[in-house]
């Protein structure tokens, strides 16, 4: 079912990244509101380029957690990179050589994450070594001019690119954590559409959110690896979803409306959802695999904001050395992450 959408967007980016608007969402008449715990603090690190922009932050499961920025106006470097180690400690991250890159996207699993955008005429992926703290280049699949969403559970990875010659968007699967890939499976509904988010519960059971040329939001989803794909009916007040991770059946996103930032869940694959109510709008969220969750984001008079959410409880996070809005967050299993456009940040998940 498509909704609406309130407030248009011109990019991808900027409905996925910087959608610090009001987000809500329920499958019943009110928002119930969380319960609010005193701050707990955490300290920025001043990122270690000020001529490219952090942009994207992803970790693995074992808590090393990589940040990437990319420039598509002239800036030398038009990349930089850094990555933490589990402790926390930020530094400088070798980027591969690239053609103007612009990197868009991330998943991580394990040990390691893919990074997805494009470079003028391809796809183009990075990978993350958590072993070595290492970024290489991994091999795209042929015929896309860009990569618009990622996901990755341990050695099952999935995209969603753009076609070559105005085709539709195509969904592609990875056995083996990107290193090789499937046939693409052309998306026909999603023509002309900007992909706002994706995830797979399972290798065969993925969810897809879309934003329409019309600025009209619609989720659909696949039970047959993207075979076929049906729309998933979601609340009327929906004008986009972003940050969606799914593990089997269990689902974690925000979703947006007038009325604010709502954290959403579903433990019925996208069927049904619960919310909670934010304090401030959100531009990220993410999620441990105990179901804590970091969101990020900043308030209205552009103070940065970021809190940990266990169950109905929001923690928020005092910050310190974070001059602007956190525009990516990601987490592993014990550590988090989270990113403005000159700040890297790490938060234990346990604070």
Same mark, same amino acid.
């Given at each position: 079912?498509r909704?609406?959408?309130?407030?248009?967007? =011109? !990019? $991808? %980016?900027?409905?996925?990244?910087? +959608?610090?608007? /009001?987000?809500?969402l329920? @499958?019943?008449?009110?928002? &119930?509101?969380?319960?609010?715990?005193?701050?707990?603090?955490?300290?920025?690190?001043?990122?270690?380029?000020?001529s490219v922009?952090? =942009? !994207? $932050? %992803?970790?693995?499961?074992?808590? +090393?957690?990589? /940040?990437?920025?990319?420039? @598509?106006?002239?800036?030398? &470097?038009d990349?930089v990179?850094?990555?933490?180690?589990?402790?926390?400690?930020?530094?400088?991250?070798?980027?591969?050589s690239?053609? =103007?890159?612009?990197?868009?996207?991330?998943?991580?699993?394990g040990?390691?994450?893919?990074?997805?955008?494009?470079?003028?005429?391809?796809?183009?992926?990075?990978?993350?070594?958590?072993?070595?703290?290492?970024?290489?280049?991994?091999?795209?699949?042929?015929?896309?001019?860009?990569?618009?969403?990622?996901?990755?559970?341990?050695d099952?990875?999935?995209?969603?690119?753009?076609?070559?010659?105005?085709?539709?968007?195509?969904?592609?699967?990875?056995?083996?954590g990107?290193?090789?890939?499937?046939?693409?499976?052309?998306?026909?509904?999603?023509?002309?559409?900007?992909?706002?988010?994706?995830?797979?519960?399972?290798?065969?059971?993925?969810a897809?959110?879309?934003?329409?040329?019309?600025?009209?939001?619609s989720?659909y989803?696949?039970?047959?690896?993207?075979?076929?794909?049906?729309?998933?009916?979601t609340?009327?007040?929906?004008?986009?979803?972003?940050s969606?991770?799914?593990?089997?059946?269990?689902?974690?996103?925000?979703?947006?409306d007038a009325?604010?930032?709502v954290?959403?869940?579903?433990?019925?694959?996208?069927?049904?959802?619960?919310?909670?109510?934010?304090?401030s709008?959100?531009s990220?969220?993410?999620?441990?695999?105990?179901?804590?969750?970091?969101v990020?984001?900043?308030?209205?008079?552009?103070?940065?904001?970021?809190?940990l959410?266990?169950?109905r409880v929001?923690?928020?996070?005092?910050?310190?050395y974070?001059?602007?809005?956190?525009?990516a967050?990601?987490?592993?299993?014990?550590?988090?992450a989270?990113?403005?456009?000159?700040?890297?940040?790490?938060?234990?998940?346990?604070l």
């Amino acid at each position: 079912m498509r909704h609406h959408f309130r407030h248009a967007r =011109s !990019t $991808v %980016g900027l409905v996925a990244a910087l +959608a610090l608007g /009001a987000l809500a969402l329920a @499958s019943c008449a009110h928002h &119930p509101s969380a319960t609010v715990r005193p701050h707990v603090s955490a300290a920025g690190t001043p990122a270690r380029s000020i001529s490219v922009p952090i =942009s !994207t $932050v %992803g970790c693995t499961r074992n808590d +090393a957690c990589v /940040a990437v920025g990319t420039s @598509s106006v002239n800036a030398v &470097p038009d990349a930089v990179a850094e990555f933490a180690t589990p402790k926390g400690n930020w530094l400088t991250l070798a980027v591969p050589s690239a053609r =103007s890159p612009l990197i868009d996207a991330v998943a991580c699993s394990g040990t390691q994450c893919l990074l997805g955008g494009s470079q003028p005429g391809s796809d183009l992926l990075w990978l993350f070594q958590a072993a070595g703290h290492s970024l290489s280049t991994a091999t795209a699949p042929p015929g896309g001019i860009g990569v618009d969403a990622l996901t990755c559970d341990l050695d099952d990875c999935a995209l969603v690119d753009t076609g070559a010659d105005s085709g539709p968007p195509r969904f592609i699967e990875s056995s083996d954590g990107g290193l090789t890939w499937g046939t693409p499976e052309a998306i026909a509904f999603a023509r002309g559409d900007a992909v706002t988010t994706l995830a797979c519960g399972t290798v065969s059971d993925c969810a897809l959110g879309v934003l329409s040329a019309t600025h009209e939001f619609s989720l659909y989803v696949t039970r047959d690896a993207g075979a076929t794909w049906s729309v998933q009916t979601t609340p009327s007040s929906w004008t986009t979803l972003t940050s969606l991770s799914c593990v089997q059946r269990r689902c974690d996103a925000l979703a947006q409306d007038a009325r604010g930032s709502v954290l959403v869940r579903s433990r019925t694959f996208a069927r049904t959802w619960t919310t909670l109510t934010l304090s401030s709008p959100a531009s990220a969220l993410a999620c441990t695999p105990s179901a804590t969750c970091l969101v990020a984001g900043g308030s209205a008079n552009a103070a940065p904001w970021l809190a940990l959410v266990r169950g109905r409880v929001v923690t928020d996070v005092r910050l310190r050395y974070v001059p602007t809005p956190l525009i990516a967050a990601a987490c592993g299993s014990q550590v988090c992450a989270a990113v403005g456009v000159t700040t890297v940040l790490s938060v234990p998940s346990d604070l």
